[in-house]
């Protein structure tokens, strides 16, 4: 029953921070709303982007906690041959599903309203590269150190990681905006 009541706080107390996250970074979207019209193809491309985020960091997190949980990857020595090649596929997939995402949106967008506005593929790659930088790193950071204290990675890290890519790819995507 004890592991019941550990898991229970860990999964409840994990949702109520995605929800709230959620909120923060919807808050950000509206905030940015008036920008964001201007930009042609835009709302094609945020939820592809959205959902990519959470789902390559989820699955980085959960092959890192496998990893941990089995033994193959050892809690002491996080940098290892495993960890740098889930970081490699973490990588080249967000940048080669960032390049199929901005050319959808751009078909999409020349398509249905005429109009050719091939920097979207740009900000796309861009806003996932920017995003790739804070993720990735604190995703792997987050799996160890919960690991290490005793916290199952696979009850906190996929709610979180969805959640803190929501944020961060909405704030990569306004300064991918901003600079292209």
């Given at each position: 029953m004890q592991i019941f009541a550990k898991d229970f706080?860990?999964?409840?107390?994990?949702?109520?921070?995605?929800?709230?996250?959620?909120?923060?970074a919807g808050y950000f979207l509206a905030v940015a709303l008036d920008k964001i019209y201007l930009i042609p193809g835009f709302f094609i491309l945020l939820?592809?982007?959205?959902?990519?985020?959470?789902?390559?960091?989820?699955s980085l997190a959960a092959r890192l906690s496998a990893g941990l949980h089995l033994g193959v990857i050892k809690?002491?020595?996080?940098?290892?041959?495993?960890?740098v090649e889930n970081i490699k596929v973490a990588i080249l997939l967000t940048l080669i599903t960032s390049l199929l995402l901005g050319s959808v949106a751009y078909?999409?967008?020349?398509?249905f309203s005429g109009v050719d506005y091939p920097k979207i593929i740009l900000i796309s790659i861009f806003a996932a590269v920017l995003s790739n930088i804070?993720?990735?790193?604190?995703?792997?950071?987050?799996?160890?150190?919960l690991f290490k204290r005793g916290f199952d990675p696979n009850n906190i890290m996929g709610p979180y990681v969805t959640t803190s890519g929501d944020i961060v790819t909405i704030l990569s995507l306004l300064a991918a905006?901003?600079?292209?």
């Amino acid at each position: 029953m004890q592991i019941f009541a550990k898991d229970f706080k860990e999964i409840f107390s994990t949702q109520l921070i995605s929800i709230t996250g959620g909120l923060i970074a919807g808050y950000f979207l509206a905030v940015a709303l008036d920008k964001i019209y201007l930009i042609p193809g835009f709302f094609i491309l945020l939820p592809g982007l959205l959902d990519m985020r959470g789902n390559v960091s989820g699955s980085l997190a959960a092959r890192l906690s496998a990893g941990l949980h089995l033994g193959v990857i050892k809690s002491r020595k996080p940098i290892n041959r495993i960890t740098v090649e889930n970081i490699k596929v973490a990588i080249l997939l967000t940048l080669i599903t960032s390049l199929l995402l901005g050319s959808v949106a751009y078909l999409a967008n020349y398509v249905f309203s005429g109009v050719d506005y091939p920097k979207i593929i740009l900000i796309s790659i861009f806003a996932a590269v920017l995003s790739n930088i804070i993720e990735i790193p604190m995703t792997v950071f987050l799996t160890f150190w919960l690991f290490k204290r005793g916290f199952d990675p696979n009850n906190i890290m996929g709610p979180y990681v969805t959640t803190s890519g929501d944020i961060v790819t909405i704030l990569s995507l306004l300064a991918a905006v901003a600079v292209i």
